[in-house]
């Protein structure tokens, strides 16, 4: 997990959440979790980081069939 998004929530006070999307049908759902509680230093950034692919793991096990890793959003080119 990229420590990316951990990391400027606890430099800016940023709120940290989980989004996912799943599909039913032609429809996207598209659900927000929980914030995540900031925590200062490694191991803050560590629960923070272990929370965020918490959420994502119960997510993909949801609906592992929608989990298009590396796939054009949206159809055409982009320049």
């Not at 400027?8 to 049908?25: E, F, K, S, W």
């Not at 980081?49 to 096990?61: G, H, I, K």
Request: hydrophobic content about 45%; overall charge negative.
């Amino acid at each position: 997990l990229p420590a990316g998004p951990v990391v400027i929530a606890q430099q800016t006070g940023a709120a940290l959440v989980g989004i996912a999307c799943r599909y039913d049908g032609p429809r996207m759902h598209i659900t927000i979790g929980d914030e995540i509680a900031l925590r200062p230093g490694r191991e803050g950034a560590e629960k923070m980081a272990q929370e965020l692919a918490e959420f994502f793991a119960t997510n993909v096990a949801a609906s592992p069939a929608d989990w298009h890793m590396m796939q054009k959003l949206f159809p055409g080119e982009v320049a």
